[in-house]
């Protein structure tokens, strides 16, 4: 069966400090791979989504970044952290227009 | 532009009182629509996907049903532990694999 994972589960920055969330996925190849942000009590927002490694596709114009370096891995990056990037993240995986799965999330935290 | 919409907001129930959440929708050309269930602080748990009006899926003490229009999610005898965001997303024809998602409704269901 398939697993997706997310770490680290909780992170605290300072603004103006680097960051770097990963996503794994098991028990799958060739996966759409997805980051979205959840602010509290609020839907989800796409930030980026991935078909296939160094494929990433922007949704949303922000400070962050995404890279796919291996098939079934995906980061999420920012050189400088706003204290607007505080919230939950979560990644995400799918066959093509299929099914999305969600990991278990990182709730970031700017100060 | 695709929308989706939800209501209520939030929901208060009493343990087996059964009501139903809306999911209301604009898409051009609805690929699927997509039930979730969210737990506070972690990632959402897939429930059902619908493809097409007239359709239904059941789980447990959950039934999700579709129109050209909105889906429902309707709980029976809900118990304590349905307590939960319940979110609903959609997938258009012409999106890809990108999925748009409602702002969720807050379920309380009180023993």
């Known amino acids: 069966s398939q697993t997706i994972h997310q770490w680290p589960a909780t992170l605290v920055q300072p603004v103006g400090s680097p960051l770097s969330l990963e996503c794994t996925v098991e028990?799958?190849?060739?996966?759409?791979l997805y980051w979205y942000r959840q602010a509290a009590g609020r839907g989800l927002q796409l930030l980026f989504y991935?078909?296939?490694?160094?494929?990433i596709s922007s949704e949303v114009p922000q400070n962050l970044s995404a890279s796919r370096p291996q098939d079934r891995q995906f980061i999420l990056s920012s050189k400088k952290l706003l204290l607007s990037d505080s919230g939950f993240y979560l990644c995400a995986w799918s066959v093509p227009a299929g099914t999305q799965y969600f990991g278990p999330g990182t709730r970031l935290t700017v100060l | 532009e695709d929308q989706v919409t939800q209501s209520p907001e939030a929901l208060r129930l009493q343990e087996g009182e059964s009501s139903s959440l809306n999911c209301s929708y604009t898409?051009?050309?609805?690929?699927?629509l997509f039930w979730y269930r969210q737990d506070p602080g972690k990632g959402p748990e897939f429930l059902f996907t619908?493809?097409?009006a007239g359709e239904e899926k059941e789980k447990e003490r959950l039934k999700a049903t579709l129109t050209k229009k909105e889906s429902f999610l309707h709980i029976t005898a809900p118990k304590p532990e349905d307590s939960a965001t319940y979110l609903c997303?959609?997938?258009?024809?012409?999106?890809?694999?990108?999925?748009?998602f409602g702002e969720g409704t807050q379920l309380t269901v009180n023993p």
């Open positions: 991935s078909v296939g490694i160094g494929q």
């Open positions: 997303a959609v997938l258009q024809e012409t999106s890809g694999s990108r999925l748009t």
């Open positions: 898409v051009s050309g609805l690929r699927g």
């Open positions: 619908l493809y097409s």
């Open positions: 028990g799958t190849s060739n996966p759409n």
